[in-house]
């Protein structure tokens, strides 16, 4: 069967192709003019169709108004297919982080993926569409020979760079822009998902700084709780906190005061994600500065959220006047924090 599309739509050669249903499809090396496929730039398939898509469409009225606000991107609302979220993404102008130039970039994204398991993969044949309104039917771009997509943490979006030339979009004699109204829509259709072994992904800090916290402890004799907690102070982009245990603890109960760096929240840590940091606590010395000082390096994570010593300095040395550790009911906390890397579950 040779097909050939109007000239308008800036094709003039006759191609051959397979028909599938309710459509006219095109395959043809000068479809490349018109769109290509994300970053690998794969041979697609142009089709036509009097089908609206199945599952999500976006009308847009005064399309114009989105460049005059410098409106560079838009994402449609979430829709399900296959049993996932998924949205459509636009870019009026073109997607400027690849450096795209009189083209729209139109793109399908997969939504609400943090629930999802470790090493989660989704595959995907997916259709975009754009409806010409003088025809009544839609120009259908997707990939050749209904080739699989690969949906993961680290790539959730596939598209079309060049979904259409600017320039063809606006020529009203295409049917594409009427009245400043436009339509797309997508069809997802999932083929396979699986779930991957677990694995991180270690981010280290260059130049990490060195973040210093003093905590003023007054009327230390009248402490009365188990563990008293600093006010909560940041250090690469974490909230952490002081623990000190006026009584003693665990080995160290009775003879020693105990202090630990401990994380503020560690329930705000997504699952696996640990937190290398390298700290030192000081108990000033506020008469001859003298201090004591602990130096430790740890990986704090969810289940390991305090790092530090029971037997920090004994009570004998802490309480003798003289030793500056205690004057006037008063004593003196400080912690230095570098957080040095990150590591997150992929």
Known sequence: MEVQLPEKYGFAEPVCERPQPQCTCITTNSVRNFAAMGDEKDRFTLSISGAPPTHY???I????????NSVEKYESGDFEAGGYKWKLVLYPAGNKSKNVKEHISVYLAMENTSSLPHGWEVHAVFRLFLLDQDKDNFLILQDAMGAERRFHRLKLEWGFDEFIPIKAFNDASNGFLLEDTCVFGAEVFVCKERSTGKGECLSMIKDAPSIKHVWRIENFSKLRSECCDSQVFSSGDQKWKIQLYPKGRRHGTGTHLAMYLALADSTTLT??????????LRLLDQA?????AGKADF????SNPESGWARFVSFAYFNKP???CLVKDVCLVEAEVIVHGISNAL
């Open 271 to 280: 699952p696996g994600s640990k937190i290398y940091a390298e700290f030192t």
């Open 299 to 302: 990986w704090f994570s969810a």
């Open 288 to 292: 001859q500065a003298r201090h004591i």
């Open 57 to 59: 469409t976006v009308k």
């Open 61 to 68: 009225n005064s399309f114009s108004l989105l460049l005059k």
């Open 322 to 324: 003289g030793n500056g």
